[in-house]
């Protein structure tokens, strides 16, 4: 990860209703048709809380490419499927500088 300059730290809970696996499947779905294509992509890891707190965690290569992703995953494809299962009230979107790698 030392290429990577930024981190995208996405916080959200799922739509009601909505199981683990499913959010999971698509979050395979976007990884392999959408995230890994993308220019500047380094890695991608998905968390969750006791709570239902979930987080995706992508790290990108620079700023330009993030913001290029984001604007593509707002077109139909393979983004869709999981932004679906994602309670969009719930969302707050952070990127952060790398500033050390150890």
């Not at 993030?66 to 604007?71: G, I």
């Amino acid at each position: 990860m030392k290429d990577a300059t930024v981190i995208e730290i996405t916080t959200f809970q799922l739509n009601e209703g909505v199981l683990a696996e499913l959010l999971l499947q698509a979050a395979d779905k976007m990884q392999k048709e959408f995230l890994a294509k993308a220019d500047g992509f380094i890695s991608r890891s998905i968390t969750v809380e006791e709570n239902g707190t979930w987080r995706d965690i992508i790290a990108w290569k620079d700023k330009r490419s993030m913001e290029e992703a984001a604007q593509r995953a707002m077109e139909p494809g393979a983004a869709v499927p999981f932004m679906r299962c994602i309670d969009f009230d719930s969302v707050v979107m952070k990127a952060v500088e790398i500033k050390a790698h150890y």
